[in-house]
C-alpha cells in the first residue's frame, strides 16, 4: 500500500523537475494545494502535460509501476484529478489498484 | 538499344578502371567481354526479351555484366540486395519474378527458375514498347513497400549527357535508386565505383584512402556514425572532394559538424526518389540546408507546402498500389518545404509530422536541434498519443556516456527550449542503449503510434 505521503513526496519530485525546464513566472510551490491547472493555476497545457508525464515517470522510478494518468478515465471524472497536488496524489491510488487487478 | 551508348564510352575507356571490388580492379574490357558472355548465356538460358529477372547480388563485377546484358536483352530488371533478405519471397512474389540470378560473395552465379508468369500490364506496356524494366520497391516504412516500375530505356536517357569523372564509392545500395544513379553516372562517365562490403565508418574510410575516392555518396545518418566514430581522424582522406546526402533530411547539427571536418569537400545534398529518379540538384553551400532541384526533364512546384514534381523519366506506376499520379502528371512526393526564392529546404514527410494542438512538429528538426548537444549519440523524435493536446512530443536519446536521466531529460528540455517553440520540446525523454538506424543507414522511426 502506498501512503499518499509518499505520493506527494513523489510529485514533489516531479515539480522539481518541471521547475527545472519552467520559466520564472510558471514555477511551481511545493504544496498540496499548488494549483496545477485551472483557475489561478500558473501551467499552460502544455505545462501540464509536462508535469503529468513526469509523474508517471517519477511513479515508476520509485514504485516500478507504470501508469497513464492523462487518459479518457483522467478526462471524464467529476472532478478532475489535476486540479491540485492534492487531487492528484488522491487519483493515483485509484489507478494503481486498477493496474494491479487488472 | 539501351545500353549502347554505354559500350561506346567503355570502348574508349577500355583500359581504364572500371570497379573495384574485394580488393581487385576490372577495367572497362573486362566488363565489355564480361557483358557479351552474358548476353549469349541469357540467350540460351531460356531467358526472353520482356522476362523478369531477380538480380540477387551487390555491386560486384558480374553482377554489373549481367545487369548490363539483361538491360540489352529487354528484360525487367529487379535488383535486390541482402538487406532485402527478410522480404525477399514477398517481394519476388509482388514482381512476378520469373528467374532468379543469384550472385555469391564470390562472384558466382546460380540461375534460379520461378512458378511466376509476368503478366502485370504495366510490363505489357513495356514489353509493347520493346523497353526494358527496372523493379526497385520502396522502403515501406509506413505501411507495405511499393514495387515501383520504371521503364529503364527513359530512365537511362539522361546518362547520355557527359558529366564529369570522379572515382565513386558505392555506398548506398544496389537496389535503391540512389544506388542505381550511382553505378550509372560512374559508368556513363567512364568512372571507376569502388565498392565496399561492410559500410561501417572504418571500412569506408578504409576504402577511400586506398582507392583514392573522390566522391562519397551517403546517407545522414552514416555521416553522424562517421562524426561519432572519430574514424576520419585515422585515415588519409584527403582525395575526397564531394560527400553527397540524401534518402533522409539532414540534421543541420551533422552538416555543420561535416563542413568543420572536411573543410575542402564540397556537401551536396542530393534529391532521389524511387517513383521520380535523382533530380539535379544544388546546395546554395557546404553549411547550407536550402537547396535547389530540378535540372533537365524534371519540373517541381509546392502545393500546400508539399513538394510535387513532373518528371519525363518517372516510373510507369506501382504493381501493388493505385496510380498516384495526379490528373496532370504531377507526383504528390509527400515531402513538406520551405520554399525561398528558387531555393527549397526540406521539412520532412508529412507522414511524420507530429500534430501538437493542431501545432506542427517536424521530427527532422528537433532531432537536429537535440544533436546539437553533448554526450548525445543518436536521436530519434516520434509522437505518443495525449488526450489533452492530441500528440505529444517524445525523444529516445542514445547516449555516449552514462547521465543521470532527470538529469539529462532538464539538459534537453532547456536547450530545446532555448532553440524551438514550446510546442516542438520534447516532453518524454527516454534513454535507450538501442542503435537507432537501419541496416540501410536510415532513421527508424517506427516508435509512432
Redesign the interface.
Known sequence: MILKEQLISVIYQAID?VN??LPPDQQLEKSIHTVLFGESGKLD??G???M??TTE?KIE?NFGIAITL???K??SQRNSPFRTVESLAEYIPQLITERQHA | MAVDFLLKIFAENKSKDAIVWNGNTFNYQWIIDRFHEWLAKIAASGIQPGSVVVLEGDYSPNAIAAFLALIQTGCMVVPLTDFARNQKEEWIEVAQGEYSLVFSDSDEVKLLKHPNVASHELYGILKKENHPGLVLFSSGSTGKSKAIVHDLAKLLKKFQVRRKNFRTLTFLLFDHIGGIDTLFYSLSNGSCIITVKDRSPQAVCQAIEQHQVEVLPVSPTFLNLLILSEEYRNYDLSSLKYITYGAEVMPEATLKRCAEIFPNVILLQKFGITEIGTLRSKSENSQSLWVKIGGEGYQTRVVNGILQIKAESAMIGYLNAPNPFTEDGWFDTGDAVEVKGEYLKILGRKSEMINVGGEKVYPAEVEGVIQEMENVADVTVYAEKNPLIGNMVCAKVRLLNEEDRTAFTIRLKNHCRSRLQPYKVPVKVVITNESQHSERFKKKRNYTI
Open positions: 523537475e527545472a525546464v497545457s502544455l501540464l502535460v509536462n503529468i508525464v515517470q522510478e492523462a487518459d479518457e483522467a478526462m
